[in-house]
Antibody
Framework: QVQLQESGPGLVKPSQTLSLTCTVS??????????WHWIRQHTGKGLEWIGH???????YYNPSLENRLTISVDTSKNQVSLRLSSVTAADTAVYFC????????????????WGQGTLVTVSS | QSVLTQPPSASGTPGQRVSISCSGG????????VNWYQQLPGTAPKLFIY???QRPSGVPDRFSGSKSGTSASLAISGLQSEDEADYYC???????????FGGGTKLTVL
């Protein structure tokens, strides 16, 4: 059974870079067939898609974050990472990693496994 | 402001049937399928409906989904107290090349 676990600092200072790692167990990222997403949720708010990566390294980013965002994959560690630079208080949120099964645009595309999420607070 | 539109709240009494709506646009719901997620307080979203109508293993058949054009609905029959949660609709957006979500509907079981 696949499991996803986010990790990283819970507190980041304004203007610094937020770095998170999603460690995947139960499936090999390098085997392909899945897309790996980052999604965040501001306190008491809805879900916001951040971006995703395929095992090949192909990425798609939310245009609203694209100029500050890097998502990468380390298949040797079975991890997906997120780096968001120049953070502000508006980046305070719970960050989730999630697995997409099914090719996007196909009827079967869905986020079928999620990490528990990690709260990141941006504050000095 | 979410791309997909949901009512912020819904409610019902035990045993009732409730429905939650979701509306989108031409780049998402009109051309792609809709998924629904249940989120209990302090937990991650859980997939409840995908491909408009499909239920993952373990999701009760009291939950059903439908879609027509740019609108979709999640229906819950035989409402139970454990169904009290936030529900989010989602669809792939071809313009964004990413997922778009509704703002969430808080379901209260009275």
């Amino acid at each position: 059974q696949v499991q996803l676990q986010e990790s990283g600092p819970g507190l980041v200072k304004p203007s610094q870079t937020l770095s998170l790692t999603c460690t995947v167990s139960g499936v090999s990222i390098s085997s392909g067939g899945y897309y790996w997403h980052w999604i965040r949720q501001h306190t008491g708010k809805g879900l916001e898609w951040i971006g995703h990566i395929y095992h090949s390294g192909t990425t798609y980013y939310n245009p609203s974050l694209e100029n500050r965002l890097t998502i990468s994959v380390d298949t040797s560690k079975n991890q997906v990472s997120l780096r968001l630079s120049s953070v502000t208080a508006a980046d305070t949120a719970v960050y989730f990693c999630a697995r997409q099964r099914g090719y996007y645009g196909s009827g079967n595309a869905r986020l079928d496994s999620w990490g528990q999420g990690t709260l990141v607070t941006v504050s000095s | 402001q979410s791309v997909l539109t949901q009512p912020p709240s819904a409610s019902g009494t035990p045993g009732q049937r409730v429905s939650i709506s979701c509306s989108g646009g031409s780049s998402n719901m009109e051309i792609n399928t809709v998924n629904w997620y249940q989120q209990l307080p302090g937990t991650a979203p859980k997939l409840f409906i995908y491909n408009n109508i499909q239920r993952p293993s373990g999701v009760p058949d009291r939950f059903s989904g439908s879609k027509s054009g740019t609108s979709a609905s999640l229906a819950i029959s035989g409402l139970q107290s454990e169904d009290e949660a936030d529900y989010y609709c989602a669809a792939w957006d071809d313009s964004l090349s990413g997922w778009v979500f509704g703002g969430g509907t808080k379901l209260t079981v009275l």
